[in-house]
C-alpha cells in the first residue's frame, strides 16, 4: 500500500554522475519548466534536508539525483512506508550512464537505480501503475557495447540509437603523451612540470586552455612554472607570450591589484591563473571572470571546476592522470593513496575542451605515463562498460530485503540464496530448498557458559 499513488501524473527522474552536474540541470530544467509548464523540479544531493523530501518527492514532477543520493533516500523512505511517488516513475533519464565501470557508484546505479525501479515494476499490484511502463533513457559518449546495454535496460532495436562524431557540434581532437614513470606519484607531477609549458604553447593556437592539476598546490605550482617560462619566452612589451596586447596587461595589472591568494597577484600579470577550492569566493571569481574575457589566456586549476563551472577553453591539458584519494571518497574495504582518475573524470575534463557555445573545434592532451598511454586512449575511443555490482552485492541485498521476499513470493524470483537466519522467522515457502553444508561458525553470544 506504501507504494500507491496519492495522485495522478507521471514523475521524471534524472540520474547524473556527480553533483554539480544534478545542480546544473536543476536549475535549468526549473527555469525553463517552472514558469513555462508549472513543473516542480526537486534535486537529491547531499546539500539537501532529507527531513522536507517526502513532500518534495510526492509534489514534484522532475527530480533530480545523483545515484548514490537516490539510492539512499529511496531506501528511507521505504522504511517510512512512504514510496507512492516510486508508482508514478514513467521517465528515467540515465546521464553518462558508462557509471557502471566505477565500482561503488556503478552499483549503486545499477542496483539502487535502476535495479530497484525494474524490480517494483514487477510485482503484481503495480500493474496499473505508471511504473509498470515506465521508459528508460541512457546516454554515454563512449560505449562500444551498445547493445549489452540495451539488452540490460529492456530496450528495443528500434530504441538503440548510435551515432559518430560527425554529428558533434564542436570537433574535438585528443591526444595522450606518455613520459617516463618516477619513483612515485608525487616525483611523476614534478617531471611533468619539464614539459607542460611546450604542450601549452604547442597546442593552444593562441586561444585559451585549459591545465587540470591533481591538487590544490599544484595548480599554484603549475601555474607559476608556466608564468616564468611565458616571461622568458616573451618580447620586452608585454613581459609574457601569453599576453598579447598593452590594453589586456593594463587589465591583468588591475586585477592582480586585486588578487588576495599569495602567489595568484604574480602570475596574473603573465596571463596565468590558477582556481581550487581553497581560494576566497572573490579570488575564483576574479580568475573565472578574466578567462571568459579572454585575458586570461592559461588557467591552472584542480578537476573539480570541470564538474560545476562552464569555461570556455579550445585547450585542454591534463597534467598527470593519478589523484589522492582519502577516507572520504572510499567505499567500505578499499584503500586510500594515489588513484588513476576514473572514466566519468577523464571524460569531465576532456569535455570542457571546445564547447560549442563557445568554439567550433576543442584539443585535449593527456599527459601520463608510458604504462598508461593505452588505458587513456582506449578510453577515449570507447571501452565495453561492464557491471561492478558483485563488489557490493550484499549491501544491495540486504537493502532491499522485504523487495527480494515479495518478488520470492510472487514467482518472479526462482532462485533464492539465504542464511539459515531465514527460516527462523520469515514464511518464505518454495518447492525445493538445498541445505549447501551442515556446518557454521557459533560465536560468543550464541555460546552457553563453558
Not at 582519502?326 to 567500505?332: H, L, Y
Request: net charge neutral; charged share 20%; hydrophobic share 40%.
Amino acid at each position: 500500500q506504501s507504494f500507491q499513488p496519492t495522485q495522478g501524473g507521471h514523475k521524471i527522474i534524472y540520474i547524473g554522475p556527480i553533483k554539480a552536474l544534478v545542480q546544473e540541470r536543476h536549475n535549468d530544467w526549473q527555469t525553463r519548466y517552472g514558469s513555462r509548464l508549472g513543473l516542480h523540479c526537486v534535486q537529491l544531493t547531499g546539500d539537501v534536508d532529507d527531513d522536507q523530501l517526502d513532500d518534495d518527492l510526492e509534489t514534484a514532477d522532475v527530480i533530480c539525483s545523483t545515484p548514490e543520493k537516490f539510492d539512499q533516500v529511496t531506501r528511507k523512505v521505504k522504511e517510512k512506508g512512504k514510496m507512492a511517488f516510486f508508482a508514478q516513475l514513467g521517465l528515467i533519464l540515465l546521464d553518462e550512464v558508462h557509471l557502471l565501470n566505477e565500482a561503488g557508484r556503478g552499483s549503486s546505479l545499477e542496483a539502487g537505480c535502476v535495479g530497484r525501479i525494474k524490480a517494483v515494476a514487477t510485482i503484481p499490484e503495480m500493474a496499473k501503475a505508471h511504473i509498470a511502463s515506465v521508459r528508460f533513457v541512457a546516454v554515454s559518449a563512449t560505449i562500444p557495447n551498445i547493445r549489452d546495454l540495451a539488452t540490460w535496460l529492456n530496450v528495443p532495436a528500434t530504441g538503440i540509437k548510435q551515432y559518430g562524431d560527425e554529428l558533434r557540434p564542436c570537433k574535438l581532437t585528443t591526444h595522450v603523451k606518455g613520459y617516463n614513470p618516477a619513483k612515485n606519484d608525487f616525483l611523476f607531477e614534478r617531471r611533468l612540470n619539464d614539459h607542460v609549458y611546450g604542450i601549452v604553447t604547442g597546442y593552444c593556437n593562441g586561444r585559451p586552455g585549459l591545465v587540470f592539476c591533481n591538487s590544490r598546490k599544484g595548480t599554484m605550482d603549475t601555474a607559476a612554472i608556466l608564468a616564468k617560462e611565458a616571461a622568458a619566452h616573451s618580447n620586452a612589451s608585454t613581459r609574457s607570450v601569453f599576453v598579447k596586447s598593452a590594453q589586456q596587461l593594463q587589465r591583468l595589472q588591475a586585477a592582480s591589484s586585486q588578487a588576495k591568494a599569495k602567489g595568484l597577484g604574480a602570475v596574473l600579470v603573465a596571463g596565468v591563473g590558477f582556481h581550487n577550492a581553497a581560494m576566497e569566493p572573490e579570488d575564483r571569481e576574479l580568475v573565472e571572470s578574466l578567462f571568459k574575457a579572454n585575458d586570461l589566456p592559461v588557467l591552472c586549476t584542480t578537476s573539480t571546476l570541470a564538474m560545476g563551472v562552464n569555461l570556455p577553453a579550445h585547450l585542454v591539458v591534463i597534467k598527470g592522470t593519478t589523484r589522492y584519494v582519502g577516507d572520504s571518497e572510499t567505499a567500505p574495504g578499499e584503500t586510500t593513496g594515489y588513484k588513476e582518475y576514473t572514466q566519468t573524470e577523464v571524460l569531465q575534463m576532456v569535455g570542457r575542451a571546445g564547447r560549442p557555445q563557445f568554439d567550433n573545434e576543442g584539443v585535449a592532451v593527456i599527459m601520463t605515463s608510458k604504462d598508461n598511454t593505452h588505458r587513456y586512449q582506449r578510453m577515449m575511443t570507447g571501452q565495453p562498460v561492464e557491471s561492478c555490482l558483485m563488489a557490493n552485492l550484499a549491501e544491495h541485498l540486504n537493502a532491499d530485503r522485504e523487495l527480494v521476499e515479495s518478488l520470492f513470493k510472487a514467482n518472479d524470483l526462482p532462485v533464492l540464496c539465504t542464511t539459515s537466519t531465514l527460516a527462523m522467522g520469515v514464511n518464505l515457502p518454495a518447492h525445493l530448498v538445498v541445505i549447501k553444508g551442515t556446518t557454521r561458525y557459533v560465536g560468543d553470544s550464541e555460546t552457553a557458559p563453558g
